[in-house]
């Protein structure tokens, strides 16, 4: 039992002391400030362009209502089927990269950059609609 106060008081002694010091010199505890991380750089045109190659089409389709006769038009991209108008996100050498699909007709496609972020190393993003 003594010895298991001994030990009590010392550890917060040791605590107690710590703080003090810290508290009148916080220069010798430098090690304890975070760090801040370094500014990530911006994304290029040129990534762009390698995420847009990497867009798999995978097929159209175009239907004409019998009522009305209008025609819907819709694409796969990557497994997902979308309309005109439809925003998803992809994932390449670690940036989230964000499409909207300004015209589709036919098999005219044209897609509209709307964001891109950088994606931490351990995160995974699954492609998705938005």
């Not at 990534?47 to 190659?53: G, L, P, T």
């Not at 819907?72 to 497994?79: F, G, S, T, W």
């Not at 950088?118 to 993003?125: E, G, K, L, M």
């Amino acid at each position: 039992m003594k010895r298991f106060i001994l030990v009590c008081l010392v550890v917060a002694g040791t605590a107690f002391l710590t703080f003090f010091l810290f508290k009148s010199h916080p220069s010798w505890f430098s090690w304890f400030e975070p760090v801040t991380a370094a500014a990530l750089p911006s994304i290029t045109q040129q990534e762009w362009d390698v995420a847009r190659k990497a867009l798999v089409i995978n097929g159209y389709t175009e239907a004409v209502v019998p009522d009305t006769g209008a025609t819907c038009a819709q694409v796969m991209i990557n497994r997902m089927l979308l309309n005109a108008g439809e925003s998803f996100s992809s994932t390449n050498q670690n940036v989230q990269f964000v499409w909207r699909i300004d015209a589709l007709a036919g098999r005219d496609l044209r897609l509209a950059q709307v964001s891109a972020q950088r994606v931490p190393f351990a995160q995974t993003i699954t492609p998705r609609k938005h």
